[in-house]
T-cell receptor, first 114, second 109 residues
Framework: GAGVSQSPSNKVTEKGKDVELRCDPI?????LYWYRQSLGQGLEFLIY????????KSGLPSDRFSAERTGGSVSTLTIQRTQQEDSAVYLC????????????FGPGTRLTVT | KNEVEQSPQNLTAQEGEFITINCSYS?????LHWLQQHPGGGIVSLFM???GKKKHGRLIATINIQEKHSSLHITASHPRDSAVYIC???????????FGTGTRLTIIP
């Protein structure tokens, strides 16, 4: 079956522009996660969805970052007024929900802010 | 101090060697994950464990809850095992993962 997909795979944008990153989870997966991997740094959690609700958005680094999920499926991560420090690989993962289930990762979107 | 510490940061070994990567954590956890990230970025979940030991092919993962420590072992290592191996934990009832900084493994033919 299809895995987690993300689009675009690469995005280059100018500082100050807004960007939208998309995640399509595995069908039937109720939990969806966004993570970020900055150059030279480890992975960090951004936000978690259960269904369309986000019970944990503690990792969003600033109010320029927001995310939504519709229909319990597709999620969009939006970064407003991008800054160079936003350059990173943004990874999405999904799972059946519940701490006993594994998370399946998408290929990521590499964002470069120039 | 990071909640999740891995060692070594880098490991180079000859093909066929037995590999051990260590992970220590400082919080109570509900589960620990071992992930593999190949050049090009794709992340694959290798193991999820909360106690004991799991084995998949040449890979073995163990966890000691009392000592807050896990190890990932690779037997008969092969150049295709070259990747970054990442330890991640789920603590309490939280869904989110907290990650170690990864171990870059290079297996030389």
């Amino acid at each position: 079956g299809a895995g987690v997909s993300q689009s675009p795979s690469n995005k280059v944008t100018e500082k100050g522009k807004d960007v939208e990153l998309r995640c399509d989870p595995i069908s039937g997966h109720t939990a969806l996660y966004w993570y970020r991997q900055s150059l030279g740094q480890g992975l960090e959690f951004l936000i978690y969805f259960q269904g369309n609700s986000a019970p944990d958005k503690s990792g969003l680094p600033s109010d320029r970052f927001s995310a939504e999920r519709t229909g319990g499926s597709v999620s969009t991560l939006t970064i407003q007024r991008t800054q160079q420090e936003d350059s990173a690989v943004y990874l999405c993962a999904s799972s059946l929900g519940g701490i006993q289930y594994e998370q399946y990762f998408g290929p990521g979107t590499r964002l470069t802010v120039t | 101090k990071n909640e999740v510490e891995q060692s070594p940061q880098n490991l180079t070994a000859q093909e066929g060697e037995f590999i051990t990567i260590n992970c220590s954590y400082s919080v109570g956890i509900s589960a620990l994950h071992w992930l593999q990230q190949h050049p090009g970025g794709g992340i694959v979940s290798l193991f999820m464990l909360s106690s004991g030991k799991k084995k998949h092919g040449r890979l073995i993962a163990t966890i000691n809850i009392q000592e807050k420590h896990s190890s990932l072992h690779i037997t008969a290592s092969h150049p295709r095992d070259s990747a970054v191996y990442i330890c991640a934990v789920r603590s309490g009832g939280n869904e989110k993962l907290t990650f170690g900084t990864g171990t870059r493994l290079t297996i030389i033919p």
